[in-house]
């Protein structure tokens, strides 16, 4: 007994050492234009999925979720922060996106996350980002929790939107507006303080 657990114990000695030679040796691509192993993919996954929902279990969600105003508000922040990365109804891609591992989830279509507590999940998600990927924690970029509210309000319905009817709510929303980041004064050219609301709609060629 007491020599297989040694041997258990020297071969996870083995194993580490092999591991750390090999991260050593830079074999181990950085990459964002190789994706991880699959494997490698799948255990990130489940440690990020435990994680989340161990942190999101005790938000609670506003009952005033699906009101048509926080669907509206949501579709302006949407719009300008959201969509290079995870599309807009009736765009199947982004020069942003392509270049991207892993690459953000299509949020306009019906996902298969049917968790009872999606909600919550996504307003711990962009509330906090995700550590070594590409989703910021946008309450370091200004969101108040009642502007990610809003961004999950619209979440909820995107799927069901057109592209005709998600410009409408675009257009009918106030545009990109929300709480400020302090930002020191040679960044005022791009003003972004509170209740700004500025477009995106310069030509853009290349
Ligand atoms: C620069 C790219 C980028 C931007 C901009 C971005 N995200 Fe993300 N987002 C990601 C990536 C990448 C993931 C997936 C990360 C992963 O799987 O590890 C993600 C994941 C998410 C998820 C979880 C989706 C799921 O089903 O697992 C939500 C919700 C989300 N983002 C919402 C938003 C919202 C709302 C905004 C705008 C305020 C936004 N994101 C802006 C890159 C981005």
């Not at 949501?74 to 009736?90: E, F, I, K």
């Not at 309450?139 to 410009?167: E, F, H, Q």
Request: proline share 7%; with cysteine; aromatic share 4%.
């Amino acid at each position: 007994m007491k020599a297989f657990a040694l041997g258990v114990v020297s071969a996870i000695v083995a194993a580490g050492a092999v591991g750390a030679g090999l991260v050593g040796t830079g074999a181990i691509s950085g990459a964002a234009s190789e994706p991880h192993h699959p494997a490698v993919f799948r255990l990130l996954e489940f440690a990020r999925e435990r994680a989340i929902a161990r942190a999101s279990a005790g938000v609670v969600v506003p009952a005033d979720l699906a009101e048509a105003h926080r669907v509206r508000r949501g579709a302006g922040n949407y719009a300008a922060m959201c969509v290079q990365c995870h599309l807009a109804p009736g765009a199947t891609t982004s020069e942003l996106r392509e270049g991207l591992s892993p690459q953000p989830p299509d949020l306009t279509h019906p996902t298969a996350d049917s968790a009872p507590n999606v909600a919550a999940r996504r307003f711990w998600v962009i509330k906090h980002g995700i550590k070594a990927s590409a989703m910021p924690a946008w309450s370091r970029g200004g969101l108040t929790d009642d502007n990610i509210w809003d961004l999950v309000a619209l979440l909820a319905v995107l799927p069901a939107m057109d592209a005709a009817a998600y410009r409408a709510t675009v257009a009918a929303s106030a545009g990109h507006v929300h709480g400020s980041v302090p930002m020191a004064p040679q960044n005022d050219s791009h003003p972004h303080g509170a209740e700004t609301h500025h477009s995106h709609d310069k030509p853009h060629r290349h």
